[in-house]
């Protein structure tokens, strides 16, 4: 059985730093690409960053860009996601999708229960 | 503002059929597959239609999806009580990204 499960969220300050990880099991974790997305209280998703299954490929929102790192250990099958300078729009749940597809289209089919990131003072 | 449009609600009554509509344009639904994701009360969003049309393992033909052009469709038949839940399209665009409707709540009345 396919299992994510995020950790790392927590209520922080405007301008602090957050690292949310998601243990991965269940699956061949080195040979998929995996997401962060995210969803703001009472909001719709977002897609956050995306990281290739060797790691060599990141990229991420307009919105995180130069302020997140997307990571990945194939070893221990963790994904992480480092977050500075955040501010009260970071406010949100955060999943970790798996990426699948190829055949025609790509869609996530496994996620993460989710972790929430307060950023207030 | 999501870059999918989907309407912010729809109702219907048990056992009826109701349709949410997700509108997009050439530069995400018209060139690429949809999908739609279910996200009960309080829980994560979780896989429904891939591929346009497609369903995984485990969902009942009562939830069917179609695309055409720029714009993409769920379906609901014979609609229950644990059907309620917010429903989000979702595909690409052309820089590779994922983008998703602002979701739909389904009310069974």
């Known amino acids: 059985e396919v299992q994510l499960v995020e950790s790392g969220g927590d209520l922080v300050q405007p301008g602090g730093s957050l690292r949310l990880s998601c243990a991965a099991s269940?699956?061949?974790?080195?040979?998929?690409?995996m997401h962060w997305v995210r969803q703001a209280p009472g909001k719709g998703l977002v897609w956050v960053s995306r990281i290739n299954s060797d790691g060599s490929i990141r990229n991420y929102a307009d919105s995180v860009k130069g302020r997140f790192t997307i990571s990945r250990d194939n070893a221990k099958k963790t994904l992480d996601l480092q977050m500075n300078s955040l501010s009260a729009e970071d406010t949100a749940v955060y999943y970790c999708?798996?990426?699948?597809?190829?055949?025609?289209?790509?869609?996530?089919?496994?996620w993460g229960q989710g972790t929430l990131v307060t950023v207030s003072s | 503002q999501s870059v999918l449009t989907q309407p912010p609600s729809v109702s219907a009554a048990p056992g009826q059929k109701v349709t949410i509509s997700c509108s997009g344009s050439?530069?995400?639904?018209?060139?690429?597959?949809v999908s739609w994701y279910q996200q009960l009360p309080g829980t994560a969003p979780k896989l429904l239609i891939y591929?346009?049309?497609k369903r995984p393992s485990g969902i009942p033909d009562r939830f069917s999806g179609s695309k055409s052009g720029t714009s993409a469709t769920l379906d609901i038949t014979g609609l229950q009580s644990g059907d309620e839940a917010d429903y989000y399209c979702?595909?690409?665009?052309?820089?590779?990204?994922?983008?998703f409707g602002g979701g739909t709540k389904l009310t069974v009345l």
């Open positions: 999708a798996r990426l699948d597809g190829g055949w025609e289209g790509y869609y996530f089919d496994n």
């Open positions: 591929d346009n049309n």
């Open positions: 269940g699956f061949t974790f080195n040979s998929y690409w």
């Open positions: 979702g595909t690409w665009d052309s820089s590779l990204s994922a983008v």
């Open positions: 050439s530069s995400n639904i018209g060139n690429n597959f």
